[in-house]
T-cell receptor, first 112, second 114 residues
Framework: DAGVTQSPTHLIKTRGQQVTLRCSPKSGHDTVSWYQQALGQGPQFIFQYYEEEERQRGNFPDRFSGHQFPNYSSELNVNALLLGDSALYLC???????????FGEGSWLTVV | QQQVKQSPQSLIVQKGGISIINCAYENTAFDYFPWYQQFPGKGPALLIAIRPDVSEKKEGRFTISFNKSAKQFSLHIMDSQPGDSATYFCAATGSGSNDYKLSFGAGTTVTVRA
C-alpha cells in the first residue's frame, strides 16, 4: 500500500519563477492538503482540496494556488517566487470523515 | 498567532529515560490531537493520536495524557532509545470551521544519549 508520494524531492528555482509540485494521496484517500514547513518550524497549513475544489485556505497569498484531479492527486503552484518561499512543502492526505492524516516526504524548494 | 503551544523547544535524555513534551491549546473546537515524529530530511510520521473523551492512550513506549479542563496534552516516551532522537510535533484539528486543518506546535527536538 503506497503512502503519500510527492515529486520532485528537491528543486532549485530563481526569484520570480514559478514552480509546480505534485502529490499522489495514500490509497483510499480523497482529501489532500498542502503545508509549508520552514527550517526549524512546524508545518503551516496552505490549503485543502476535496471533490476537486479548494475547501479551506490558510494565511497564504494568492501566489499559492492548487488543483485536484479526478484521481484525487493534486498540484501546488507557486508564482513569482520569493526567497522566503524556500521551505519543505508537504502534502497530506486523509479519507473524508476520518481525521487520521498522513504526510508525504515533502518537496524541498530552494529559491535563489 | 500559534494555536498550539509546545514546550520544551529541545530536550536531552539518557538512554532508558523518560522524555516528556507538553502542549496547550485554546480553541475548544479542537477534538483530535495527533503527535508526529519527524527525522531530518523526512516528512512527519503519525505517531499516536487522542480524542478529548479519553484521558490517556498508550501505544508501545509512547503515551499521550490529555487534560480537557486545562486544555493541555502531553507525550511521554518511556525507555527512550537513540532511535527516538527526532523532532516531535503536537497538533490539533477539529470539526466545523477547523475541520481538516492541522494546527501544529513549534516542535521539540529530542536527543537520546546512549
Amino acid at each position: 500500500d503506497a503512502g503519500v508520494t510527492q515529486s520532485p524531492t528537491h528543486l532549485i528555482k530563481t526569484r520570480g519563477q514559478q514552480v509546480t509540485l505534485r502529490c499522489s494521496p495514500k490509497s483510499g484517500h480523497d482529501t489532500v492538503s498542502w503545508y509549508q514547513q520552514a527550517l526549524g518550524q512546524g508545518p503551516q497549513f496552505i490549503f485543502q482540496y476535496y471533490e476537486e475544489e479548494e475547501r479551506q485556505r490558510g494565511n497564504f497569498p494568492d501566489r499559492f494556488s492548487g488543483h485536484q484531479f479526478p484521481n484525487y492527486s493534486s498540484e501546488l503552484n507557486v508564482n513569482a517566487l520569493l526567497l522566503g518561499d524556500s521551505a519543505l512543502y508537504l502534502c497530506a492526505s486523509r479519507r473524508r470523515g476520518v481525521n487520521t492524516i498522513y504526510f508525504g516526504e515533502g518537496s524541498w524548494l530552494t529559491v535563489v | 498567532q500559534q494555536q498550539v503551544k509546545q514546550s520544551p523547544q529541545s530536550l536531552i535524555v539518557q538512554k532508558g529515560g523518560i522524555s516528556i513534551i507538553n502542549c496547550a491549546y485554546e480553541n475548544t473546537a479542537f477534538d483530535y490531537f495527533p503527535w508526529y515524529q519527524q527525522f531530518p530530511g523526512k516528512g512527519p510520521a503519525l505517531l499516536i493520536a487522542i480524542r478529548p473523551d479519553v484521558s490517556e492512550k498508550k501505544e508501545g513506549r509512547f503515551t499521550i495524557s490529555f487534560n480537557k479542563s486545562a486544555k493541555q496534552f502531553s507525550l511521554h516516551i518511556m525507555d527512550s532509545q537513540p532511535g527516538d532522537s527526532a523532532t516531535y510535533f503536537c497538533a490539533a484539528t477539529g470539526s466545523g470551521s477547523n475541520d481538516y486543518k492541522l494546527s501544529f506546535g513549534a516542535g521539540t527536538t529530542v536527543t537520546v544519549r546512549a
